[in-house]
């Protein structure tokens, strides 16, 4: 499997290159925007990360000119803290996921992990879990055919939820990617949030798809 990480700092670079090469991934850096879109065209990538502060092109010109000729090579952007508006841009011009610096490798392994094992095939603007269908780029989520009214941030809390369906998502991550908060302080505000949610995308529907993993977080998954 082989990572285009586009990224000018050079520690940061520096730190993806080995944590992602110890885990078996070929690694190859640019350290800026003209040199990523070179990069990206020169080779198949499995999987580009991408910073969005970049010199000579920012990511976001690097995002809508790759997914002008290459619309399945996953593409997950690096974006700064207190910027939702930068989560939903970078959607909408066609990124699969974003991470908010500063992140933990960790999280990031996993992203990367979902969005491989997600496979081409099935990459695309919408996701589905049982009758729970995701349009990422035009932010649309709907059950069993019928659009659900959803604020900004309810969406990216459902979308990241979505992405890591089947897996264990824990409030702090919630709070760190859908809030941008160090999230020691204050876990009501996830719980609250995650009980809207719920009253939107679950009340209504016989089939529950949000479940309380107790102490730590929450799941979506289509259980029987
Ligand atoms: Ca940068």
Redesign the pocket.
Known sequence: MRILVV???PK?AAYLQKGLGENGFVVDVARDGEDGLHCARQLPYDLIVL????PRRDGWSVLAELRRTDKSTPILF?TARDAVEERVKGLDLGADDYLVKPFAFSELLARIRTLLRRGKHEHGDVLRVADLEIHVASHKALRDGKRLELAPKEFLLLLLLVQRSGEVVSRTVIAEQVWDMNFESDSNVVDVAVRRLRRKMDDPFPRKLVHTVRGVGYILEARE
């Open positions: 990224e000018d700092e940061t910073d969005v502060m970049l690096l």
